[in-house]
């Protein structure tokens, strides 16, 4: 009789476990990683046309030790989450053949603070 009952305990501990693993994981793939304060950098910015009008659709490329990119929205804004470094090499390039705008590359360095970007493309 006491084997059953330390039997169904330990099955349900385990559940327990196996259903809190499941809401992390889920909890991660529906809103990310939580931001690392220490070893992160929060880059953000806006990307406009030589008229001054926010540009959609403009890949965001940040060149660290692994390849991050992103496109710019609506708004012309892009954000990103990178490893912290000494400097972060990015470019700005017109992927979808709208052909308003040529590729621009930039470096910013690190001041250990959010960091926010206007960038204006030239008309090609």
């Not at 030589?50 to 940040?62: H, L, N, S």
């Not at 000494?86 to 979808?96: M, P, R, S």
């Amino acid at each position: 009789m006491k084997t059953t009952l330390f039997s169904t305990k330990w099955l349900i501990r385990l559940f327990k476990g196996a259903s809190l693993a499941t809401v992390a994981i889920a909890f991660q793939a529906c809103y990310g990683a939580p931001r690392d304060f220490g070893m992160d950098q929060y880059i953000e910015g806006v990307v406009l046309s030589a008229e001054g009008q926010p540009v959609k659709d403009i890949y965001v490329t940040i060149n660290n030790d692994t390849i991050q990119y992103t496109k710019s929205d609506e708004q012309g804004q892009f954000r990103f989450f990178v490893p912290r470094q000494e400097e972060y090499k990015i470019t700005f390039a017109d992927q979808q053949g709208n052909t308003m705008v040529e590729r621009k590359d930039t470096t910013v360095e690190d001041r250990r603070r959010d960091i926010f970007i206007t960038v204006t493309l030239d008309k090609e």
